[in-house]
């Protein structure tokens, strides 16, 4: 990488010593929506349909061919980015910047508006957080205009980036898929008897919601709410958006949850299924009221055991059919509480040492796709850490005198 910076350090002293012309997209870019809705995509269409997501539809009709960048007009602001090159259709809300200013590579404005455009975004916006923008914002937003020959020797370097990254995404893919599908033949047993969830556990509790009952985010809040946003699998993870509680909502939560170490936590609500296991005391957060807590009788399962199993593909073949409602969905506690969990025996008594073995057999495996410090994760985020650092120092420009 230091050769690669080093060419395009030689690259802007001889070519733009002084400095590169800052220029409004406006002034070299067509900018505009499509007409297209969501509703019209159609599996294996001929054409990219992009909507207000990261995730491309398709359909048989096109509405541009050229090469643009395209960004959605709500949801997923400043995050969202596609470059297409061809025939594509556009929705409604999303917008396309095609730039006619032949000075411009449009990979190389791609990549710079992937790196800066948020910031520029959230600095101009009344909120903090910005749900939709409009044209004139998108107009407003400055490029850097460095010689071509600069512009595509940093479109050859970030791409080279983005492709590595695109290559162990596939891979780190590839392995879940391969524990997903271990996992859910060690929970093929021959001769087991099932047992309901509900004779296996101590009870099923729910946290609870503000309402009258507390009021979230306040000066005093230092304690974490925790949504289905916060449960990753085993861990509960914590970011910047969680919200926060005082002391005396978290009494009141927890006079409801209940929460122990060995407790599961299992999304009831919205997304359902989404699980976390309780390892130490509860003393500095708790539940939201679509968190279920599910408090296992350690005499009959283990705990890691029984969140194994929920989420593996049979468990939620049960727990499916059993969701109500629209468009908020759930699972009802009565119900969930019907679904048959296989538990292995011996001597007539339920074999705890048995589900040891596939509790550590399993976290092997959850720990090669999912720890964050080994293995491919550590990679994957190292390579997307050298990729920012590198790509802030490609696309800072001096800004030439007027």
């Known amino acids: 990488m230091a050769k690669e910076l080093n060419i395009i350090e030689k690259l802007t002293a001889e070519l733009c010593p002084d400095g590169v012309e800052f220029r409004e997209l406006k002034k070299n870019a ?13 599996e294996g269409g ?3 349909l992009f909507v207000r997501s990261k995730f491309v539809k398709s359909i048989d009709s096109f509405e541009f061919d050229e090469e643009a960048i395209v960004i959605p007009g709500e949801g997923g602001v400043g995050d969202i980015f596609h470059y297409v090159k061809g025939k594509y259709a556009l929705h409604q809300r ?3 910047i095609h730039f006619f200013d032949e000075e411009i590579n449009t990979k190389f404005a791609y990549f710079y508006l992937v790196a800066h455009f948020k910031s520029f975004i959230t600095k101009h916006a009344v909120n903090a957080i910005v749900s939709s923008i409009r044209k004139p914002m998108i107009e407003k937003f400055t490029i850097p205009v460095p ?3 600069i512009q595509e020797e940093i479109v050859k370097i970030l791409d080279t980036f983005t492709e590595l990254e695109a290559e162990l995404e596939a891979e780190l893919e590839a392995r879940k898929k391969q524990y997903e599908y271990y ?17 296996m556990i101590h009870s099923l509790k729910t946290g609870l919601n503000p309402r009258k009952n507390f009021i979230l985010n306040t000066p005093d809040a230092e304690n974490y709410y925790i949504t289905v946003r916060e449960l990753n699998g085993i861990n509960i993870r914590v970011v910047d958006k969680t919200d926060r509680v005082n002391d005396e909502g978290l009494k009141l939560i927890n006079n409801r949850s209940n929460l122990e170490v060995g407790d599961i936590l299992f999304s009831g609500t919205g997304t359902v299924g989404r699980t976390a296991l309780v390892t130490e005391e509860p003393r500095d957060w708790n539940i939201k009221e679509g968190v279920y807590a599910i408090k296992p009788n350690q005499q ?87 990729y920012e650092y590198y790509r802030g120092k490609l696309l800072t420009f001096k800004e030439l005198e007027k």
């Open 300 to 386: 009959i399962v283990n705990s890691k055991f029984l969140l194994f199993y929920l989420n593996s593909s049979h468990a939620k073949a049960e727990y499916e059919r059993k969701i109500v409602g629209s468009p908020v969905i759930s699972v009802p506690m009565k119900e969930l509480k019907e679904i048959k969990i296989p538990i292995p025996h011996k001597n007539g008594k339920p074999d705890l040492e048995k589900q040891q073995e596939i509790v550590e057999t399993l976290d092997k495996f959850d720990t090669l796709v999912n720890d964050i410090s080994i293995g491919l994760p550590a990679e994957l985020k190292a390579r997307r850490r050298q």
């Open 46 to 48: 001929k054409y990219p």
């Open 147 to 149: 010689p071509l020959p």
């Open 94 to 96: 999303a917008y396309r």
């Open 30 to 42: 067509d900018i505009g929506t499509g007409s297209s809705n969501g509703n019209e995509a159609i």
């Open 183 to 199: 996992r859910d033949e060690m929970f093929k047993f021959e001769g087991v008897e099932c047992i309901s969830l509900e004779k």
